[in-house]
């Protein structure tokens, strides 16, 4: 079975700061896809950024950038120049390629709060 | 294009009774899922599908029961429904699942 692990219940970040969110999983796959999803006080599940195991280069998406060490099974989520709208639940998801059914399992959430 | 599409978006229920929670997408996805949500367990899957006609269990599917006679719709149900059903439910499809899936605004349910 698979684990996704967000180890931070909750991080802090002043405007136009950088923020870094953990997140390991446990899986013997070699094979699958990373997700960082955001959700806002609306409670609004947004797609950030998405990862394919097999692709070294790490993904970027604007302001949002991963961190992606497969051999440590760690995939933390970088933002920079934080805004106030940042401010969120961030989930980490992972789903394994093989899985016909496409299932995700997601991680706890980390709680981003940005202060002026 | 409305994107998925769940309702209601609140409701309140009495031990015991009934409801379906309303799914729909407009973007011809085949891969369907519902997810409930509860404070510090992120998102646990009950039910999915892959296509009209065909579902299967997640993590956490009793007490609840879907159907998918047609790509566009995947109901929930709650056969009969429990305090510990309290939660809020998203609905999420997918054309291809390593693209990530699109979801729903949510319903908070509460039984009491």
């Known amino acids: 079975a698979q684990t996704v692990t967000q180890s931070q219940p909750e991080m802090s970040v002043q405007e136009a700061e950088t923020v870094t969110l953990s997140c390991t999983y446990d899986t013997s796959e070699s094979d699958y896809y990373l997700f960082w999803y955001k959700q806002p006080p609306s409670r609004q599940m947004i797609l950030v950024i998405r990862q394919e195991a097999y692709k070294q280069q790490n993904a970027t998406e604007n302001r949002f950038s991963v961190n992606f060490q497969k051999a440590a099974k760690s995939f933390s989520l970088k933002i920079s120049d934080s805004q106030l709208g940042d401010a969120a639940m961030y989930f980490c998801a992972y789903r394994r390629a093989t899985d016909s059914w496409g299932k995700l399992q997601f991680g706890a959430g980390t709680q981003v709060v940005v202060t002026p | 294009n409305a994107g998925v599409t769940q309702t209601p978006k609140f409701q309140v229920l009495k031990t015991g009774q009934s409801m379906t929670l309303q799914c729909a997408q407009d973007?011809?996805?085949?891969?369907m899922s519902w997810y409930r949500q509860d404070p510090g367990m992120g998102l646990r899957l009950i039910h999915y599908s892959v296509g009209a006609g065909i579902t299967d269990q997640g993590e956490v599917p009793n007490g609840y029961n879907v159907s998918r006679s047609t790509t566009e719709d995947f109901p929930l149900r709650l056969l009969s429904a429990a305090p510990s059903q309290t939660s809020v439910y998203f609905c999420?499809?997918?054309?291809?699942?390593?693209?990530?899936?699109?979801f729903g605004s949510g319903t908070r349910l509460t039984v009491v």
């Open positions: 973007m011809n996805h085949e891969y």
């Open positions: 999420a499809s997918s054309p291809r699942p390593g693209l990530g899936y699109t």
